[in-house]
């Protein structure tokens, strides 16, 4: 059984920061790329930032130079660290991870359960 635990969100004022923290456990063969999504109330989710096993990264254009995705291999954990935060980053954040729980189950993607972040004066 895999599972992915978010952790890290909360509530903070316009330009502060934040980092986020997911961790893939359980029966894992390899984990491939993973990522962050986001869904605020009323809009579809939307992908915020990816990386690759090898680190290549891409990110909305909307949260360039702002967000910084990263991951450690060895703990199957990917991080959001999220600077200059503003209203409109308000969403519940739900991680992503593209894995192999065995080598003979192909990839499959799996979600975190989510994780609220709020920003407000």
């Known amino acids: 059984q895999v599972q992915l635990v978010e952790s890290g969100g909360g509530s903070v004022q316009p330009g502060g920061s934040l980092r986020l923290s997911c961790a893939a456990s359980?029966?894992?063969?390899?984990?491939?790329?993973m990522g962050w999504y986001r869904q605020a109330s009323g809009k579809q989710r939307e992908l915020v930032a990816g990386?690759?096993?090898?680190?290549?990264?891409n990110y909305a254009d909307s949260v360039k130079g702002r967000f910084t995705i990263s991951r450690d291999n060895a703990k199957n954990t990917v991080y959001l660290q999220m600077n200059s935060l503003k209203p409109e980053d308000t969403a519940v954040y739900y991680c992503?991870?593209?894995?192999?729980?065995?080598?003979?189950?192909?990839?499959?993607?799996?979600w975190g359960q989510g994780t609220q972040v709020t920003v407000s004066s």
């Open positions: 359980g029966s894992i063969f390899i984990v491939y790329n």
């Open positions: 990386i690759t096993s090898d680190g290549s990264t």
């Open positions: 992503k991870a593209l894995l192999r729980p065995t080598l003979m189950t192909p990839p499959h993607d799996y």
